[in-house]
């Protein structure tokens, strides 16, 4: 994804005055970066809140907690180039120039962050996925793999032919680029997911509680896909029926940031139940019911861990061994 305003400069013009001159209304240009930044800086502190609890109490190899790492120095960069590009619009290139300019360097390298982000959350689930998949693991997740770079490869391609051609040049190739690059990365996390919670579904047990939690993971995997490709398909929809206009973009902001938020709500819910089945293992009192809020939940779980400790000298596992 990569940003692509009208490259023709335009004088500015008042917004309550509707359109400007070259046919394209503040309201699905300016006004649609904006909307999509705001929705996405909520979605980054969601994300920023679960990765908070994951480093808290998760006790997972220096590689996975590296790559969690990674993934949220990414989310970090996405949306501080995404401030960063509203406010040139807004302030240095509409107010000052009395220009709508075509380009921005942080707009520019949004398409970089977008397809790298999708590639360490898909990458990440895959490992899962070959967790879980002994046998066939790699036949499934070598095609979502190779979707996954696809739409990289995509995303970086679009970006460097942002430098490479003039700023006057019809940019429709480029966004004919970011399209399949969404598609792409649909594509890969359906596969994922899909298997991903098949294997789950067979994976049932008769204890009510663990019953709970397979049915909250498969809810995050499956709904958080459904998101997905909605957003793609909407965004697909704009670009050919809308193509000057910026809301495709703002779907794309928002949508790179739920891929980390199913990442780490699914990695969290996994490591709640692995730490409330050895907590009842060694005869503690289990919280899974807690409803006291990120307070609350901070307090019960400090509780559960501490006990546990005293009980025991090993460690407890909050994500399931994969090498």
């Given at each position: ?86 406010y040139h619009f807004l302030m240095e290139s509409h107010s ?16 970089i962050f977008t397809g790298l982000i999708i590639l360490l ?203």
């Amino acid at each position: 994804m990569a940003l692509l305003l009208n490259s023709s400069a335009s004088p500015c013009m008042n917004p309550s005055s509707g359109p400007i001159p070259d046919g394209q209304p503040l309201e699905t240009t300016i006004g649609a970066l904006l909307i999509g930044t705001f929705l996405g800086l909520v979605l980054f502190g969601i994300a920023a809140h679960q990765a908070w609890r994951y480093f808290i109490f998760g006790t997972d190899t220096k590689l996975l907690r590296g790559w969690v790492s990674s993934i949220m120095i990414m989310e970090t960069l996405h949306s501080v180039f995404c401030m960063h590009m509203c406010y040139h619009f807004l302030m240095e290139s509409h107010s000052h120039t009395g220009i709508l300019t075509g380009r921005v360097w942080s707009g520019n390298m949004l398409g970089i962050f977008t397809g790298l982000i999708i590639l360490l959350c898909q990458s990440f689930l895959s490992r899962y996925v070959l967790h879980f998949w002994t046998r066939h693991g790699w036949s499934i997740v070598f095609p979502a793999l190779v979707l996954s770079l696809g739409q990289f490869a995509l995303v970086t391609a679009a970006t460097v032919l942002l430098y490479l051609w003039p700023a006057d040049l019809d940019t429709f190739a480029i966004r004919l680029l970011n399209c399949t690059h969404s598609a792409l990365a649909v594509a890969a996390n359906v596969i994922l997911a899909v298997a991903f919670s098949y294997r789950l579904l067979s994976q049932r047990t008769g204890f009510q509680k663990t019953g709970s939690v397979i049915r909250l993971l498969i809810l995050y995997t499956i709904h958080g896909g459904i998101l997905i490709f909605m957003m793609a398909l909407v965004s697909l929809i704009v670009t050919f029926v809308l193509p000057k206009s910026q809301i495709f973009t703002a779907i794309d902001i928002a949508a790179t940031k739920i891929y980390t938020n199913m990442l780490l709500a699914i990695i969290n819910a996994r490591s709640n139940n692995d730490a409330d089945t050895q907590a009842t293992n060694h005869g503690v009192e289990n919280f899974t019911d807690d409803t006291g809020g990120s307070l609350g939940w901070l307090c019960k779980r400090t509780t559960v861990i501490a006990s546990y400790a005293a009980t025991s000298s090993g460690s407890p596992s909050y994500l399931p061994e994969v090498s």
